[in-house]
């Protein structure tokens, strides 16, 4: 059996398009691997796309998401 160690992930909300009007959010992890979203129309579906896409974030777990 392997164990498996989730470090720390940092995750960056960023306002996008010509009006930057729409969201994307990048995450990087501790082995330095990124992860990059589409784009979505509020930061709010931003948010909630990135907590079910990264794996061991618990959904009411809202100080690990800074905009």
């Given amino acids: 059996m392997q164990e498996i160690h989730q470090g720390p ?3 960056q909300f960023v306002p996008v398009g010509r009006d930057r009007r729409e969201w994307m959010w990048k995450a990087r992890d501790e082995s ?6 589409g784009r979505f129309d509020s930061l709010g579906d931003a948010v909630r796309d990135a907590r079910t896409q990264i794996d061991g974030l618990a959904p009411d777990d809202d100080d690990t998401f800074a905009a």
């Avoid at 330095?32 to 979203?37: K, R, V, W």
């Fill in 9 to 11: 992930v940092r995750v």
């Fill in 32 to 37: 330095n691997t990124i992860t990059i979203s």
